[in-house]
């Protein structure tokens, strides 16, 4: 499973929501979707401007996690 971290990564750099869809150029509705995990995938351009505006690295967003 693949858990998103996208929330905790916002937080840390204090940039809300409508701000980051702004600035990667998405819907809020499609950068929502992302951040609750509902996602079935993203484009490479898109987690590259996320983690540009972020300045982060994708495995800060995307993590790993086993099944239990």
Do not use: H, Y
Not at 19 to 39: D, F, H, R, W
Not at 40 to 49: A, S, Y
């Amino acid at each position: 499973m693949i858990k998103i971290n996208l929330d905790r990564v916002m937080l840390d750099r204090k940039i809300t929501s409508n701000e980051l869809a702004k600035q990667v150029g998405i819907a809020p509705a499609n950068l929502s979707i992302l951040k609750t995990g509902k996602a079935k995938g993203i484009r490479f351009n898109t987690l590259e401007k996320i983690c540009t505006i972020l300045d982060c690295q994708p495995g800060d967003i995307l993590e790993f996690v086993g099944e239990e």
